[in-house]
């Protein structure tokens, strides 16, 4: 009997053509909309390799239901819908999809800075509505990006390529990472920063760090009002890394001027979520990554990673040592 593969999300053939020709593929019929647990459950107890997206919870119950299970390729660098713990201790390798995306998430986290500074959407939707009657000087006029300093939290290699970014706006880059980051030191002239001086200092303030329990939370209220007041925040990680209410108070308070989120605590979110009411919001749903290049690498890697794996081989990208 060949291997059983499921993916949880419906990919193009020509992605997954290397597995259709060796394994056994399954996979959730369905592109825009995630797999109901249930089925995600019983397809896991068939299973020798998962294929997921940040959408499934491959929590400490799928994984003890996957007996046969060896990987779970999670399509994404982030990999906080997993809980890895139990999967090191069932003996199943997780892997994820690092570096692939780097700049194409580095290049959206960058015009959420741009658009949240100069009010891109705010302007656009202002054309849209037919409410542009005259030119005049401070038309929806924003904040400069070049010349000023960005602050990034979470320095690893999706906060490198932002911080590449920023040299070409002849920007000073602050840092806050666990570890020091000497080649970006050198290499972008990065500064270190504590948390608070980076907080103080920035007039951007760019979320790039993994959700893990000592980040949950992390940008609360007390964050909030260590910025500058003309300060843009933009969270391109994870959402629970932010306390929404929190950044509510304080958008509304005017302590912080303006924010730009592709990610939200709880995703999907609908129309009424609260921050949205907001005009110097910028909102995307979850978007980093997804230029068509970087989403076929993603899958691509995905997929040499369960080939490798099941032919009894180490995968290129894994999270955990088994
Ligand atoms: C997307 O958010 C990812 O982790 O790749
Ligand atoms: C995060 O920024 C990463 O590259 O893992």
Known sequence: MKPYVFISRKLPD?????????????????EDAAVPYEVFLEETKKADALLTMLSEPVNEDVLKAGEKLKIVANMAVGYD???????SRLGVTVTNTPNVLNDSTADLTFALVLAAARRMVEASEFVKEG???????????????????????????IGKTVAKRATGFEMEILYHNRSRKHDAEQELGAKYASFKELLERSDFVVCMTPLTEETRNLFNRNAFKKMKQQAVFVNASRGPVVNEHDLYEALVEGEIAAAGLDVFAEEPIGSDHPLLGLKNVVAMPHIGSASMETRFAMMKLCV???????????????????
């Open 14 to 30: 020509e992605a997954i053509a290397i597995l259709k020709e060796k394994y056994d593929v399954h996979m959730w019929e369905q």
């Open 81 to 87: 819908n997993i809980d890895v713990k139990a999967a």
């Open 131 to 157: 409410n542009w009657k005259s030119w005049s000087p401070f038309l929806l006029a924003g904040q400069d990006v070049h010349h000023k300093t960005i602050g990034i939290v979470g320095m690893g290699n």
């Open 304 to 322: 040499e990673n369960i080939d490798l794996v099941l032919s009894g081989n180490a995968p290129k990208t894994p999270v955990n040592k088994k």
